[in-house]
């Protein structure tokens, strides 16, 4: 059983922070960085994908790491949560939905579902037979196409959006733009316009992201620009989505973190913890910024670089 390195810990703990919300995977990038680095790195990921992980102190870091990111992203949508929360105990008690919050708590319980019935019968499954590098270095690259075709069929969207816009203008005569109802541009939709069989799309989309190299926020961001949301509301959605998800995930595997494959990591799960924790805030800050001008474009062609090079690497 491998040792977990203090500087492993820190490595690996800013490496998930990051990753786990930039759309590029962390789950592929926790198998393809220590495969690329390689000795005792590269040992911690084949402990990882053998079927008696279980005992592997690989394992209870990344549990760790998960419960920091959820953290993070609680820490950050607080504000946002308190209302969710307040809106969902509301409807309970009135079995009604009204307003817009009450609406965004339900949209995303049923986005939650499937990716929570799914990891929970084949996580394990998924993590051992595709957490290689050599899988997960196929999938990084499915996941920058991924990207890709969501960016190419938004953009076609909102030319299409235009042209109707225009076609409506002209249409209805000179003026007509400054009268109400005729749009003058594409515009997007607003994130509780969602229908639940959305979401529950949404949801199916995230399911993906147990395969070690596609990325939870970078499908689900895509799944929400395809039904017509901004990249800003779709990053958001994809982040209050990732939260209670990755928390579960965590949460139920913290046993782990109490039994013998973490009795003598304990300094290096702390760590780590505050180090994905930190490099969580200041990713998930960075992209609700980032994401209000810029789209997923260059994130598709790291996946797409990284992926290829991995894969001739590892073949």
């Not at 911690?44 to 994908?49: G, I």
């Not at 959820?70 to 307040?86: E, G, S």
């Not at 996580?123 to 990084?140: G, I, N, Q």
Request: net charge positive; glycine share 10%; hydrophobic share 50%.
């Amino acid at each position: 059983m491998t040792e977990l390195s203090y500087l492993q810990a820190v490595v690996i703990g800013a490496l998930q922070g990051v990753t786990e919300l930039f759309p590029v995977s962390s789950l592929g990038h926790s198998v393809l960085v220590p495969a690329w680095i390689g000795g005792s790195w590269s040992h911690l990921v084949t402990e990882n994908a053998t079927g008696d992980s279980g005992g592997s102190p690989y394992l209870a870091f990344i549990v760790a790491l998960h419960v920091a990111t959820a953290a993070a992203l609680l820490v950050f949508y607080r504000k946002d949560w308190v209302r969710i929360v307040r809106a969902l105990v509301t409807t309970v008690r009135t079995r009604r939905v009204e307003t817009s919050t009450q609406r965004l708590a339900w949209l995303l319980i049923v986005a939650t579902v499937p990716v929570g019935l799914t990891g929970l019968a084949l996580e394990h499954t998924f993590r051992t037979l595709f957490a290689k590098p050599l899988a997960a270095a196929v999938f990084l690259t499915v996941n920058g196409l991924i990207l890709l075709f969501g960016e190419r069929l938004r953009r076609g969207s909102e030319v299409r959006q235009a042209a109707a816009a225009r076609a409506a203008v002209v249409s209805a005569g000179p003026g007509a733009a400054l009268e109400p109802g005729v749009p003058a541009k594409s515009t997007s939709r607003q994130l509780d316009t969602l229908s639940y069989r959305e979401a529950g799309v949404i949801g199916l989309f995230q399911t993906m992201a147990l395969l070690a190299g596609i990325s939870r926020s970078g499908i689900t961001m895509v799944g929400g620009l395809l039904r017509g949301l901004d990249h800003e509301d779709a990053a958001k959605f994809s982040f209050l989505l990732a939260t209670p998800v990755i928390l579960a995930a965590g949460v139920l595997k913290l046993p782990s973190l109490a039994g013998p494959a973490a009795a003598h990591i304990h300094g290096q799960v702390a760590v780590g913890f505050f180090t994905a924790g930190i490099a969580a805030y200041a990713a998930v800050r960075f992209l609700s910024r980032y994401f209000t001008t810029r789209t997923l474009t260059p994130f598709a062609v790291y996946c797409l670089v990284a992926g290829i090079a991995s894969v001739i690497q590892f073949a």
